[in-house]
């Protein structure tokens, strides 16, 4: 077998895994930080401007050209499979209305990618979550994405970005930004060394550190492109913090034997998975818009001028 690890210093060799097809979408989770709305909505189906946070992560996977979407649900989350689904009865009464707009809109939803879902009955992780893909994973590096964070990376998706650091490292990677000294428990925080522009091999990882124990204030964000040596690694992990079998402890596990990759990317990231970061998507999203835009920069304009 070829060596997976670079030596120290060097640049990275193009090792021996294949292109990444796979998009995993870990969306089991409560939702806790955005009760009561996520009581019976799925946080992944809350709505940002105009379609449901998770659909931007789809639509990130799909123009970074990943084609195959697997989704982990659990129980209540019927919503999400029914929106990436042909909607019959729907397309029949824009039919009888002649509106062709919408007809586009949701059967463009329902064929952008091929989906499939596996159910986690057991909130026992992300790491955990994301180990149940295996069987429709196979053996070949995957895309993770958590659909919390939404990823505005502008013409050049995040995944894209990520996408050209694997095609010529050929190990996983994952996706980094600095946060303040402050916010490093909300994270997985990683110890590196700096290979290249906005490039870092992970010499260490710890899931959620207390602020002093932190090694750095280089923070994970929702987006990894993974070898299939992880799920290996993630059958051998015990729960860490929170009680639960993390993904970052899964990935330490795999430092020990391959190269792993952070990559600072280019773009802004909003944590849909907390009531702030929701606010600030739609708002900032909203005053993008193409159609919508100018609208709603009148509309702050009016309710701020009013305050
Ligand atoms: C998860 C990951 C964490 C990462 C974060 C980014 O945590 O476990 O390493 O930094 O997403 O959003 P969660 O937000 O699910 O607690």
Redesign the pocket.
Known sequence: MTTRHLPTGAAPETGTFGPVRTAVFPAAGFGTRMLPATKSVPKEMLTVVDRPVIQYGVEEAVASGIGKIVVITAAGKGSLEDHFDASRELEHVLERKGDEANLAVIRGVASMASMSYVRQAHALG?GHAVLLTEPLVGHEPFAVF?P??IMDGGDDPVMAQLMRVYDEHRCSVIAVERVPREHVSR??VLAVETIGPRLHRIKDMV?KPAVGAAPSNL????RYILTPTIFEKLRETTPGAGGEI???DGIRRLLAEETVLACEYVGTRY?C?SKLGYLRANVEMGLRHPVLGPSVRELLAEILGRS
Do not use: K, P
Not at 219 to 222: L, Q, R, S, Y
């Open positions: 992300l958590l919390d964070d994270y997985g899931e923070a994970i964000m929702g993390q993904l970052t944590d998975g």
